[in-house]
C-alpha cells in the first residue's frame, strides 16, 4: 500500500479515534471541571456532542472548498497541527467553557474527514473509488473500536491522560505526512474559493443541482439518521433488552466495531464487482431492514451479537453512493463534494440521537409498551424510504464537465 493512502487512513482513524478515546473520561472530567451531579454532567455531555456535530456540518464545505483551492496537503497537516493543539488545551481546561471550546476546534477539525475522501478521489481511478471509499469507511470502524479501548486504559493515569495521547498521535501522523504526502491537486484543477458554495446552504444548493445529486444527498441523510440508531441508542437498548453492564455494551460496540472494519475493508471491492454499484447499494439497504426489525424482536444476547456482522454488512452501501457521486462531480469539486457529504453526515449526528432517544424512552418508560427495540422500527421505515428514492427512477452517471 502506498505511503500516501497510509496516512489518510491514519488521518481518519484519528478523526475517529478521537471522539472515541475521549468517551471514557467524559463523565468524570465534566463532574471535575464543573462541580455537577451525574445528571448534570450528561447534560453538558449532550451539549459537547452536538456542538462538535454542528461544527462539522457547518465546516466541512468550506474544509472541503479550501482543499481544491489550495490542495489537500496544507489543509491536512495544518489541521493535524491545531488537532493537537485543541487536544493539549482540552486537557489543561479547568472549566466546562473551555471544554465547549475544545470540542468546536474539533469538530471543526474533524472536518478534514472529506479532505481526506477528496484525496482518496484525486488517486483513484473512476472503478477504484468505491472500493477505496471503502478502505476509509474500515479505517473510521477501525477507530471507533480502538478509541474507546485506549482511553479506556488511559484513564487509569487520570482524566487529562487520553487528551495527551491524543495530541501526541495528532502529532506523530502530522510529521508523517509532512514527510511523505504529495499534493494531489493539480494547478490547472485548483478552484478559487465562493463565499456561496463555502458554507453548507450554497454548497448543497450548488451539487444538488447536478443530475440526480440532490437526490442522492436526500438518501445520504435519511441513511445518516437511520444507521446512527446504533451509537445512539445502543447502550441504552443492551441494558434494556438484555440486562448488559457497561463491560458488555464496550464488548459489543468492539465487535459491531471490527465488524464494519472487516465488510469495508474486505468486502467492499468483491461486492461492486460482482453485483455493481447500484445492486450493491439496494443489497445493502435490504440487509439494513432485515437486521433492524431482528434487533427489534431479538431476546438473547448471544444472538444479537451473532447479528452483529449482518447489521454491519449494511454499511456496504454508503462507499457505493460515495462512489457513484463522485464519478459525476468534476475532478475540481471533489473536495466541495465530499464537504457536502460530510455535513451530510453531521445532521445525522445531531438529530439522530435526539430522536431516537426519545422514542426509547417513549417505549420503555412512557406510554405503557415496553419496546426498547423500538428506534430500530423507525430506523427500518427510512431505510426502506432510501431504496424508494434510489430505485425509482434508475440513476445515471453523467460526468460534469470541469468548473472554472
Not at 45 to 54: D, K, P, Q, S, W
Not at 167 to 187: Q, R
Request: glycine share 10%; hydrophobic share 55%.
Amino acid at each position: 500500500m502506498r505511503l500516501p493512502v497510509v496516512f489518510i487512513l491514519i488521518t481518519v482513524l484519528l478523526d475517529a479515534m478521537g471522539i472515541g478515546i475521549i468517551m471514557p473520561v467524559m463523565p468524570e472530567l465534566i463532574q471535575e471541571v464543573s462541580g455537577e451531579s451525574l445528571g448534570n454532567a450528561a447534560l453538558w455531555g449532550g451539549v459537547l456532542t452536538a456542538v462538535f456535530a454542528a461544527m462539522q456540518f457547518l465546516f466541512g464545505p468550506l474544509i472541503g472548498n479550501l482543499s481544491d483551492a489550495f490542495g489537500r496537503r496544507p489543509v491536512l497537516l495544518l489541521a493535524l497541527f491545531v488537532m493537537m493543539l485543541d487536544y493539549l488545551l482540552m486537557a489543561v481546561a479547568g472549566t466546562v467553557w473551555l471544554l465547549l471550546i475544545g470540542r468546536m476546534i474539533g469538530g471543526i477539525t474533524a472536518a478534514t474527514h472529506s479532505t481526506a475522501g477528496a484525496y482518496m478521489a484525486d488517486i483513484s481511478k473512476p472503478d477504484e473509488k468505491a472500493a477505496n471509499f471503502g478502505l476509509i469507511g474500515a479505517a473510521f470502524g477501525l477507530g471507533f473500536v480502538v478509541g474507546p479501548m485506549v482511553g479506556g486504559l488511559l484513564a487509569d493515569l487520570g482524566t487529562r491522560a487520553p487528551f495527551y495521547a491524543a495530541a501526541a498521535f495528532a502529532f506523530a501522523n502530522m510529521a508523517f505526512g509532512f514527510f511523505i504526502l504529495p499534493e494531489t491537486v493539480k494547478p490547472e484543477n485548483r478552484r478559487a474559493i465562493s463565499v456561496k458554495n463555502a458554507n453548507p446552504l450554497g454548497s448543497f444548493s450548488a451539487i444538488g443541482r447536478l443530475p440526480n445529486m440532490g437526490r442522492m444527498l436526500t438518501i445520504l441523510g435519511l441513511f445518516g439518521v437511520a444507521h446512527y440508531v446504533y451509537p445512539a441508542i445502543w447502550a441504552y437498548y443492551g441494558t434494556a433488552q438484555f440486562g448488559w453492564d457497561p463491560r458488555m455494551i464496550g464488548i459489543s460496540l468492539a465487535c459491531f466495531g471490527v465488524s464494519m472494519a472487516v465488510v469495508q475493508a474486505v468486502l467492499v471491492k468483491p461486492m461492486l464487482r460482482i453485483l455493481g454499484d447500484r445492486n450493491t447499494v439496494l443489497f445493502a439497504f435490504t440487509i439494513d431492514i432485515i437486521a433492524m426489525f431482528c434487533a427489534v424482536f431479538v431476546k438473547e444476547s448471544w444472538l444479537i451479537l451473532a447479528l452483529t456482522p449482518v447489521m454491519a454488512l449494511g454499511s456496504v452501501s454508503t462507499p457505493a453512493i460515495q462512489g457513484i457521486m463522485s464519478r459525476a462531480v468534476a475532478d475540481n469539486r471533489q473536495g466541495e463534494l465530499q464537504g457536502v457529504m460530510q455535513s451530510i453526515g453531521a445532521v445525522g449526528a445531531a438529530i439522530s440521537p435526539l430522536l431516537m432517544t426519545a422514542i426509547f424512552w417513549a417505549y420503555t418508560d412512557a406510554n405503557g409498551i415496553y419496546l426498547p427495540g423500538a428506534p430500530f422500527v423507525l430506523s427500518a421505515g427510512l431505510v426502506a424510504l432510501c431504496i424508494v428514492l434510489f430505485a425509482w427512477p434508475a440513476l445515471t452517471n453523467t460526468k460534469e464537465k470541469a468548473a472554472p
